[in-house]
């Protein structure tokens, strides 16, 4: 497998215009109380089409992308969105990266965790943050914008990356014994 | 992982002086044109959704408005001549008050650039910061009213956080009856209760609620008096209930802010 130099470039850009169309455009529309997350939409293509480290890095600079233009506490959502992009390169160097279902469970799986997880973060650090607020009215518009979303954030990944270097097949985990 | 892990304990620790601050600021400031091409593509885009979704109420919320107009045209003429008048008073009694929304504050007129994706901090960025003398705590209106108040400041952004964060409270007053008490974020999102409100006091649906604008001894509050921040919508008390449980419906809508006026003390220029 042969390091092209211009790949992390590539992720780069893309996190970063995800990130800034994030801050300024789409978390300012508001459907039914939710919005899309393309930040975390573009990591889970990356950290699928590019595996786990690609994935890692990808989240710690969006993170630190959005907490920056938004003033927020730096490392909340690198935090969150490293492990995110970390998991879902490992389920794509495993088994998912080649299953067509695959980027919609990522991004259904990965919407929940990262909700739940910075929920915990935020309480952790301190905040006043209501439960219902963030688990009740705001998840379940928000795992349906992102799944509607999915499918063209992929696509759009996966050309920006491909011109790149081909996406590779996964590596199938077989059980032993 | 662990570098998030460093960030956040080395953030959360140090002063707003700080110099993971600082590079945080510098990085606000960097990324501040990006924001800006990315928000005037957008504007064509988010102009024409509105313009549409306007078309569909426009003709309910008409028929509504004038009837509305009629009303308010009649208040604001009596309105004008008491505020003529207590103008008058206070010049020869030489009273000596707080500072008055809006004649003794400059405005700071600047586009909303971001919202904070997340719902744990109801918070927007805008894009005017300490070069445009904001400081941290500086209200911010809309022609509606309150929006809430400047909470950390860049040279060339700030944070504001929205009167629908968890963290901010305000007091406030029922400019009709002068119940007096607390607005804070409500249960859903871009509602409002109002708390601490003795059940002595009246509070009846409809009533205007404004910020109070107190000061005791050498603490004020942060914002004068008379901004206008909604309508009780709802108000229900019980025998069990210390206070008067109620809602608050907010003048301003805090889903489609676009820009935002900030007010600067006009003392805070004087020597």
């Known amino acids: 497998m042969s390091f092209n130099v211009l790949e992390p470039v590539k992720v780069a850009l893309l996190v970063f215009v995800a990130a800034i169309l994030q801050v300024t455009i789409f978390s300012q529309i508001d459907i039914l109380g939710g919005y899309p997350d393309v930040v975390l939409l573009t990591l889970v293509a990356i950290a699928l089409l590019r595996g786990s480290i690609y994935g890692a890095g990808a989240g710690f600079f969006a993170g630190l992308i959005v907490d920056t233009a938004n003033l927020a506490t730096l490392g909340v959502t690198s935090l969150l969105l490293t492990i995110a992009g970390y998991w879902i390169g490992r389920y794509g160097e495993t088994t998912g990266r080649d299953r067509g279902h695959a980027p ?27 439960a219902k607020a963030v688990l009740l009215d705001a998840l379940p518009p928000k795992v349906a914008l992102n799944l509607l979303l999915t499918l063209p954030v992929y696509a759009l990944t996966r050309w920006f990356l491909g011109l790149a270097r081909p996406v590779e097949a996964a590596t199938e985990v077989r059980l032993l014994g | ?160 956080t929205l009167l629908t964060d968890a963290n901010l409270d305000v007091s406030a007053i029922d400019v009709h009856s002068q119940a007096t008490g607390l607005v804070s974020h409500g249960e859903g999102p871009s509602t409002l209760t109002l708390d601490r409100v003795q059940k002595s006091q009246v509070l009846r649906e409809g009533d205007t609620v404004v910020t109070q604008g107190w000061k005791v001894g050498p603490l004020s509050s942060l914002y004068p008096y008379g901004i206008p921040i909604g309508t009780v919508s709802g108000a229900t008390n019980s025998e069990v209930d210390l206070y008067w449980n109620a809602q608050v419906a907010p003048f301003v809508h805090f889903d489609s802010l676009h820009s935002v006026l900030v007010l600067v003390p006009k003392r805070r220029n004087q020597p």
């Open chain 2, 1 to 160: 992982m662990l570098l998030s892990l460093v960030l956040i304990t080395v953030y959360f620790r140090e002063s707003a002086s700080g110099g993971l601050h600082g590079v945080q600021s510098t990085g606000a400031t960097v990324l501040r044109p990006f924001e800006v091409g990315a928000d005037r593509i957008a504007a064509p885009f988010r102009d024409t959704y509105g313009w549409f979704a306007g078309l569909i109420h426009a003709k309910s919320e008409n028929a509504r408005l004038r009837a509305q107009l009629d009303t308010l045209r009649a208040e604001a003429i009596q309105n004008a001549n008491a505020a003529q008048q207590v103008d008058e008073l206070r010049r020869q009694l030489k009273y000596v008050g707080l500072p008055r929304f809006p004649q003794d504050y400059n405005y700071v007129p600047t586009d909303v650039m971001s919202r904070s994706p997340s719902e744990f901090q109801q918070q927007v960025g805008i894009a005017a910061g300490s070069s445009s003398g904001i400081r941290v705590n500086d209200p911010v209106v809309t022609a509606d009213g309150l929006v809430g108040k400047v909470s950390k400041v860049a040279g060339h952004s700030a944070q504001v």
């Open chain 1, 104 to 130: 919609f469970v990522s991004v259904a799986v990965a919407t929940i965790l990262v909700q739940f997880g910075a929920l915990i973060l935020h309480y952790l650090l301190g905040d006043a943050v209501s």
